[in-house]
T-cell receptor, first 113, second 117 residues
Framework: SQQGEEDPQALSIQEGENATMNCSYK?????LQWYRQNSGRGLVHLIL?????REKHSGRLRVTLDTSKKSSSLLITASRAADTASYFC?????????????FGQGTILTVHP | GAVVSQHPSRVICKSGTSVKIECRSL??????MFWYRQFPKKSLMLMAT?????????EQGVEKDKFLINHASLTLSTLTVTSAHPEDSSFYIC?????????????FGPGTRLLVL
């Protein structure tokens, strides 16, 4: 089964607006991680939220986790053109805190200046 | 911060040749590295888990004789695409987890773009 499905698949906004991306997963998790990928590049770790946390902030990023709904959201506030990238959620195997990651399908975010 | 490098960054080869991709952890030791494959505008799919000093663990559907993985040291894992064909063209990304700590996050390399003609 697909772990980590995200919506929207693509999001286009103007600079200064907020961007919200959602991720759903199917099995139990210990943590959920969000990564960013610029076109043709590797991944950069953004933020990790553990299963006992509901919300986490890092700069302009806000991540929420709802384990009852098996979903997470990533909010980027006051977006900038430089935020244009693909964003993926990822989870380690159920019940573990680290190890191989299963990635969601990703959201392609375009921020227009 | 921890850095993972990959070499080469891009490679073009003829069908039937073999291509080796290196993944190095530059400032930390990694007993475990992961190899992912990514098609254009798609997500990352785990191919295999590379374990230092032992055989790699391959995901279902990944041919181990096609994608040879060697993890000979704590800082280097290699992926060799043997007898490459055009359908092997893809973006290959490795990641590594620092051995010394039970770290939850992974560090990713910049990726290698393979084009098989």
């Amino acid at each position: 089964s697909q772990q980590g499905e995200e919506d929207p698949q693509a999001l286009s906004i103007q600079e200064g607006e907020n961007a919200t991306m959602n991720c759903s997963y199917k099995t139990s998790i210990n943590n959920l991680q969000w990564y960013r990928q610029n076109s043709g590049r590797g991944l950069v770790h953004l933020i990790l939220i553990r299963s006992n946390e509901r919300e986490k902030h890092s700069g302009r990023l806000r991540v929420t986790l709802d384990t009852s709904k098996k979903s997470s959201s990533l909010l980027i506030t006051a977006s900038r053109a430089a935020d244009t990238a693909s964003y993926f959620c990822a989870t380690p195997p159920g019940g573990t805190s680290y190890g191989k990651l299963t990635f969601g399908q990703g959201t392609i975010l375009t921020v227009h200046p | 911060g921890a850095v993972v490098s990959q070499h080469p960054s891009r490679v073009i080869c003829k069908s039937g040749t073999s291509v080796k991709i290196e993944c190095r952890s530059l400032d930390f030791q990694a007993t475990t590295m992961f190899w992912y494959r990514q098609f254009p505008k798609k997500s990352l799919m785990l191919m295999a888990t590379s374990n230092e000093g032992s055989k790699a663990t391959y995901e279902q559907g990944v041919e181990k004789d096609k994608f040879l993985i060697n993890h000979a040291s704590l800082t280097l894992s290699t992926l060799t695409v043997t007898s490459a064909h055009p359908e092997d063209s893809s973006f290959y990304i490795c990641s590594a987890r620092e051995s010394a700590v039970l770290q939850e996050t992974q560090y990713f390399g910049p990726g290698t773009r393979l084009l098989v003609l």
